[in-house]
Nanobody
Framework: QVQLVESGGGLVQAGGSLRLSCVASGRAFSLYSMAWFRQAPGKVREFIAGIAWSGGGTNIADSVKGRFTISRDDARDTVYLQMNSLKPEDTAVYYC????????????????WGQGAQVTVSS
């Protein structure tokens, strides 16, 4: 059984930074891609960033490009989302997800999801 556990969410003022972590367990992830999505109240879940587990290719959504960075630590089966210059519109629940093969950008691409981490950005 695949498990994903996010941590690092919280409350931050606009312009501040947070780093989310997602630890994966239950399977060897050498062929798996990881991604971050977010869902704000009343909105659909949207793709934010993805990273190929082996080889390191990344895909960052235009809405956060230049402010958010995705990275991974293979030895720890952990993926990070570094969020800088946060804005109130970044407020959402952030979800970690994983899939076999290349990075996908839609929700239905992903079978396994974490429980979510709340990020709140105050103005």
């Amino acid at each position: 059984q695949v498990q994903l556990v996010e941590s690092g969410g919280g409350l931050v003022q606009a312009g501040g930074s947070l780093r989310l972590s997602c630890v994966a367990s239950g399977r060897a992830f050498s062929l798996y891609s990881m991604a971050w999505f977010r869902q704000a109240p009343g909105k659909v879940r949207e793709f934010i960033a993805g990273i190929a587990w082996s080889g390191g290719g990344t895909n960052i959504a235009d809405s956060v490009k230049g402010r958010f960075t995705i990275s991974r630590d293979d030895a720890r089966d952990t993926v990070y989302l570094q969020m800088n210059s946060l804005k109130p519109e970044d407020t959402a629940v952030y979800y970690c997800a994983t899939k076999f093969g290349p990075i996908g950008t839609i929700v239905d691409d992903y079978r396994y999801w974490g429980q979510g981490a709340q990020v709140t950005v105050s103005s």
